[in-house]
């Protein structure tokens, strides 16, 4: 899971995301543009149907005009003709009949006389005026004019229709009769408008009174007509602005736009409100789709786009960053050949990779340059040690051969003169010359050991610690342990020098600086390395604060240590604190000596005891 998350989180921080993304970026005013293009489409689907509203609006008081002046000729000639004006009740039937048959707009024609009697009616006789039928044809008699009735406010009262009356006069000029015309409103909403045919799919036009009684509809008018229309809120609006466009839910909960306008109607008798409705999918259906195929276009486009970046910034910028970043990791870790293997080119990138070849190659060099005169210095440092350990060699033999053995003779004779000596006064000065030969000849044989004990050369590195580790015990209080791994062969005499000076140096700060009851001396064998420990109980030392003063000159003993041990090929490290004692590690190469060396060494060594 950390790999994948590590995955995810190095390529959304990679260059190529980066560059995808710019690309992406690039693409987003032409976003912009299109959605905004979409608005624009969307502002002025709204506009045009505003428009279109208007028109409908003059279409439908055209039309309403139409309507009424056709039946007020169509009653008038019924009024002109002779059967009606004879009061010929079967004429009068057949006459209308014949009119009815040809106009089925209407819903019912008929004549009527003054006091009420049907002198003739289609589709079928008629019963007795209504109440409100009989209000309306006194109206016609009283006024001797046109007269439109009220449009409908209730659709369940039978067919939804509007009467129109005219009068018939006498040779006195007194009304006799009235012809009257009911006017099928949903007749005429489905067929004998030219609206429908002004109406997309899916849009509906409304006319309300100012109470919100549904006065005409297309489509389904028989449904709508003479009921109150239900958006209650939009019907509040449209009261009060008189005329624009809104978005509204419609009874189903479709979002739908709603075009309105106030306008006069001679069938209400006022104002109503004409009102043009068209869900909203429907009226963006154009802009939709062209939002949709601009998109298509753009996301393919961008896609291609996506596609060439991927693939270009693969090739022109993410494979040499790669390889930039991978000579990097190789020269930070200390590869020093790294090299970026690219053409050095006269962009900006060739000229990087040049600078970062040149860099490398340059790094090499300097290298190349330090290691050798280290590698000077370290022979250098090698001989020098070599040459003191000879020296030191060559000066603890003659004081243990030569100085040692005139000593020793002196010491002899002394004896034998005062063996012979009978003065008391000259046996007095040669046991004292005696006892100052002792301590000379002392003296010399510690001088011999601790500038290189021959115990070193001739038994090896194990005896010569053992042996030193003891006498640092009988010389002091120390309890002392000493444990070692057996060793094989002879160690390298380097090594084995090398090791016995760091113990030798470790031991004597012991006995010098840490107040210690008891020391450890561990010689052992692991992983190819021989490995020092000499620990103690004692005061301890705050390592950095002695190192410091170490470098500063005030002591050599644990630079000596460190410098031993590296030109030896291996190292050292203290651990120490206050109050816990200290341990002194030092680790070697498992080099063995040479065979003939080790002959030679006997050879030495056996001639040194005859001798």
Partial sequence: MR????????????????????????????????????????RRAKTAWSQRSQRMMELANREEEKVIGETRQLLMALAESAPVRAGDRRECKRLVDQLFDCATNYAKLGVLTTNGEVLASAPAPINKPTPSDKAFFDRVIETSSFIIGELP??????????????PVFDRSGQAQEVVFASLDLVWFNRFGSELSAQLPKGAAWTELNRKGTILARYPAAKYWIGKTFPNATLLESMLTKKNGIQEAADPAGVSTFYAFASMQSQMASGETIALLSIPRQILFAGADRTLLRNLGWLIAAAGLALILGWMGSALLIVRPVSALVQSSARLASGDLTARTGLPHGRD????LTLAFDLMAQALEQRELERSRASTKLQILSHRLVEVQETERRHIARELHDEIGQSLTVAEMNLQTALQTSSQPGITRRLEQSIEAVERVLEQVHDLSLNLRPSMLDDLGLEA????YTNRQASLTSLQTRFRTDPLERRIDPVVETECFRVAQEALTNVVRHSHARSVSVELRQRDGQLHLSVRDDGVGFDVNALRDQAVAGASLGLLSMEERATLAGGG?????APGQGTEVHAWFPLKWRAEELENQTDENHSRHTHG
């Fill in 3 to 42: 790999n994948i998350m590590f995955d995810a989180g190095q390529l959304f921080s990679g260059l190529r995301f980066r560059l995808l993304l710019l690309v992406v970026l690039t693409c987003a005013p032409l976003v912009a543009l299109t959605l905004h293009t979409a608005w624009d489409d969307r």
């Fill in 464 to 467: 010569a610690l053992r042996w």
């Fill in 348 to 351: 900006e990138l060739g000229r």
């Fill in 572 to 576: 050292l490290e203290y651990s120490s």
């Fill in 153 to 166: 406010t209730n659709a369940a009262v039978g067919k939804p229709v509007i009467n129109f009356g005219y």
